[in-house]
């Protein structure tokens, strides 16, 4: 069995932002080269960490998973309130209930995207 290399951990370099600026071409190689991650301060207070692209588009990816996955609770939360409410509906009265619904709904992201 082969022994596997450890991962190396980039080195976390503080500049304030004149420093920053004036080395940004270093900056951007040495944080996409995976050498450092950088921090940014401005007097004195860090205001920006500079990170690889491939660990952006991990977050993004994070993020956007955690807000499905929060948008899916949220939807089996209203569903089971809804079915609790509606036990005497048939089926046929329900699937018209959710058509309306979801009709609505449609109409609410269509304004909501002409107003953007």
Same mark, same amino acid.
Do not use: C, W
């Given at each position: 069995?082969?022994?596997?290399?450890?991962?190396?951990?980039?080195?976390?370099?503080?500049?304030?932002?004149?420093?920053?600026?004036?080395?940004?071409?270093?900056?951007?190689?040495?944080?996409?080269?995976?050498?450092?991650?950088?921090?940014?301060?401005?007097?004195?207070?860090?205001?920006?960490?500079?990170?690889? #692209?491939?660990? #952006?588009?991990?977050? !993004?990816?994070?993020?956007?998973?955690?807000?499905?996955?929060?948008?899916?609770?949220?939807?089996?939360?209203?569903?089971?309130?809804?079915?609790?409410?509606?036990?005497? *509906?048939t089926?046929?009265?329900?699937?018209?209930?959710?058509?309306? #619904?979801?009709?609505?709904?449609?109409?609410? !992201? *269509?304004?909501?995207s002409?107003?953007?």
């Amino acid at each position: 069995m082969a022994l596997q290399k450890p991962i190396a951990q980039p080195n976390v370099r503080i500049l304030d932002a004149s420093d920053a600026r004036d080395h940004l071409t270093e900056v951007i190689d040495s944080v996409s080269d995976g050498i450092d991650e950088v921090v940014i301060e401005r007097d004195g207070a860090p205001k920006i960490a500079v990170i690889s #692209y491939e660990e #952006y588009q991990d977050i !993004r990816a994070r993020r956007e998973k955690e807000r499905r996955q929060q948008a899916i609770a949220r939807l089996r939360k209203v569903a089971a309130e809804v079915s609790a409410q509606n036990r005497d *509906l048939t089926g046929d009265e329900a699937d018209k209930l959710a058509e309306r #619904y979801v009709t609505e709904v449609r109409r609410e !992201r *269509l304004a909501d995207s002409s107003h953007q």
